[in-house]
Structure formats: C-alpha cells, structure tokens
C-alpha cells in the first residue's frame, strides 16, 4: 500500500491523517498515513528514511517547512517563492516539494466568496504563513497589500524578497509595524497569519481596520470564533472566517499533486466543524 505522513514536532494533534485517509475513502484509493515526530535534529533524516524504504510522500508542518524547502532537490516555483514546502514527494529518485498553503487559502477564499481581485488586503503577521501565501494572493491583482508585523524588519525583508513578476497586477506592496500610522484606515480583507492566539498571546492591533464591509479571515481556527475574529465582530466586520477551510483546502492539493485527483471537500468542511466544536 502507498504509503504517507504528516512530519512535525509536535504532530500528535495533526488532523492530517484524518483528513487524508477522508480523501482516499472518497477517490477509492488504498493509502495508509501516518505521523512522524523526528527529533529536531534529525528531520532530514527522517525524510530520506521515509522515501528510502518507498515512502510516496509527506506532509510538512511546524517547525520544518523551511528546512524541508533546504532538503528538496527540485522546487515548484510556490516552494521558491515561499522558501517553505508543506509537500514532498519522490521523482526520479529526487526529492519534490511544493507549498500548497497559498492555494488553499485561495480555494477557501473562492469557497467563502472572499473577493481579491482590486481590494485592499491587510496581512497581520510576518512569518513562514505569510510567505506561503502572499504569491498566490498577488496572482489575484489585489490592488494593494500591507504586511503589518509586530517586528517591522521582518516584514519588511519578506517583501523584498518578492519578486515584481510574482505581482501580475502590480499591486502596491508595503510592510511595517502593526501600529504603522498608515494603518489609521480600514481594509477590505484583513488576515490574521499571527501565531499569537496558538501561543496563548494577546494580538494588538488598531481596531478601526474593519468597516461595515471588511472580510475578516483567521488562518488559526478553533471551535467557536478565535480571539481576532471575536474583535472582528465587535467593531462590525460584515464577515469573519476562520482557517479550517484552508486547511482542508492546502490538503486536497496536496493529495492531488500526489493521486493526481482532486477531492471534494464540501462534506469534509461540515465534518470537522462538526468534530471541532464537539471536542471544545
Ligand atoms: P508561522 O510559520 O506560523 O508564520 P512564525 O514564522 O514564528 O510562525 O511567525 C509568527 C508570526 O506571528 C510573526 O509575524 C510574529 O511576529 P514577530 O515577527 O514580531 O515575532 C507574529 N506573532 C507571534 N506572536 C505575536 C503576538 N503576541 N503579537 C503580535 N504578533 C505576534
């Protein structure tokens, strides 16, 4: 049987083997998946291990996107751009990866009819979230971007280090801290790619970024609203989602790039909504 897995540290939470083996069931395919919790020395390691002894692919998770990016020997141009990859799998003896976080945001976006196209989006945090999908997000011709992290340097060598041809629609790209007096104005999309509410921190940004038709996303998810989206809806955002659709979404391309199906994923959507909330 082809074999896979989710590597991570910690993984025992991952609810990728779940989601993967939904995926099977529903595209009649004989896969098994399972989790690997290397060391933290030893992730390459455990990678080639894996596609040694004919492992077909992995799912990459925190804290090694970016060394799995380092360790492949052909990259998609997401995984370039990203300088991260969340899937691996074996071609001619190499190792491949991609970052299909990106895409599932988009889907997801499609999904919740969140537009892009000429709007004005706002990404709060700088980290390995946000590189995965601000590429994806500029090939949709918003008409402006800002990165706003708590640590101004960050977000602004993120930037830079995006090229002008990932920008087909030339969108205006700017960084700077989350208290940046440009911020003194509402946007249309507001993304929180923040790892404050996993850590158990409090987020504080400015609180007039939402108007009466802001879309508020989380890329964090949780039973009932996470702590962004409990503000988003106090000062009115028109709408607020949280990430389990990307989730989902990051993991069926996965899947695809290795089956080379895509599955459906509106009954997936319901079922971990529902395990979500009746676990809290
Ligand atoms: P990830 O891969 O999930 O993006 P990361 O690379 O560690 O994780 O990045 C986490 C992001 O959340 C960073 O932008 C971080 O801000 P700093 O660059 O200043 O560290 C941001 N972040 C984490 N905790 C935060 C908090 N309490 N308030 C605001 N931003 C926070």
Redesign the pocket.
């Known amino acids: 049987m082809d074999r896979y897995a989710v590597v991570g540290q910690p993984v025992e939470h991952s609810r990728s083997p779940y989601i993967h083996t939904y995926f099977a069931i529903q595209t009649q395919q004989q896969i098994e998946y399972g989790r690997l919790a290397p060391h933290i020395d030893q992730f390459e390691e455990c990678v080639k291990d894996f596609f040694n002894s004919g492992g077909k692919g992995l799912n990459i998770t925190?804290?090694f996107?970016e060394r799995a990016y380092l360790l492949a020997q052909q990259l998609s141009s997401r995984a370039k751009i990203a300088h991260?990859a969340n899937t691996l799998w074996i071609e001619e003896g190499r190792i491949c990866a991609d970052n299909t976080d990106g895409l599932g945001l988009i889907a997801d976006f499609n999904y919740l009819n969140i537009p892009i196209k000429n709007k004005s989006v706002l990404i709060?945090?700088?980290?390995?979230?946000?590189?995965?999908v601000l590429g994806p997000l500029l090939e949709h011709s918003p008409a402006e971007i800002f990165i706003a992290?708590?640590?101004a340097?960050?977000?602004i060598e993120l930037i830079e280090d995006f090229q002008t041809d990932s920008n087909p629609g030339n969108a205006k790209v700017h960084a700077g801290l989350?208290t940046d007096p440009r911020l003194s104005r509402s946007f249309d999309v507001i993304i929180n790619?923040?790892?404050?509410a996993?850590?158990g921190?409090?987020?504080?940004?400015p609180q007039h970024l939402f108007s009466s038709h802001s879309y508020a996303y989380d890329?964090s998810y949780r039973a009932g609203l996470t702590p962004f989206l409990e503000q988003a809806a106090m000062h009115k955002a028109a709408h607020y989602y949280d990430g389990l659709g990307m989730l989902i979404e990051q993991a069926a391309e996965s899947f695809r790039i290795w089956r080379h199906c895509r599955p459906k994923t509106d009954e997936l959507r319901v079922l971990l909504r529902q395990q979500l909330n009746n676990n809290s």
């Open positions: 925190l804290p996107k991260a709060l945090g700088a980290g390995g979230a946000v590189r995965g992290n708590r640590t340097k960050k977000a989350i790619a923040t790892s404050a996993i850590k921190e409090a987020l504080v940004f890329m």
